[in-house]
């Protein structure tokens, strides 16, 4: 990878699960670690469900393995800059073992 490519910074989060008041199972975030990274967009669609128009973008996530964590498919990273949250898809390891490509996926139909 060319250097200075990677110049988000993303915060890679896991699921909790857990239930409310109401016994009603609940879903957070708890962030596992921090590091740089690239965001790409791949495709984005816009469809109506439900009598709305929904938006979804399929996003190529670039990042370091990190040693001490084997990320999972249904983890998430969040752009800690902008905001903007990319809900993992696909975990595809390369071939030199060092960086994780991720399929992902954002927008209002996730």
Do not use: C
């Amino acid at each position: 990878m060319k250097s200075g490519r990677m110049r988000q910074w993303l915060r890679v989060e896991q699921p909790v699960g857990g239930v409310d008041g109401f016994e009603a199972p609940t879903k957070t975030w708890t962030p596992v670690f921090e590091q740089d990274g690239e965001a790409t967009s791949v495709t984005g669609r816009e469809y109506f469900g439900a009598d709305r128009e929904l938006a979804e973008v399929t996003w190529k996530v670039v990042m370091r393995e990190h040693p001490d964590h084997e990320i999972k498919p249904n983890w998430r990273a969040v752009d800690v800059d902008s905001g903007e949250v990319y809900d993992f898809v696909a975990v595809l390891p390369s071939r030199q073992r060092d960086f994780l490509t991720i399929a992902a996926k954002s927008g209002s139909s996730t």
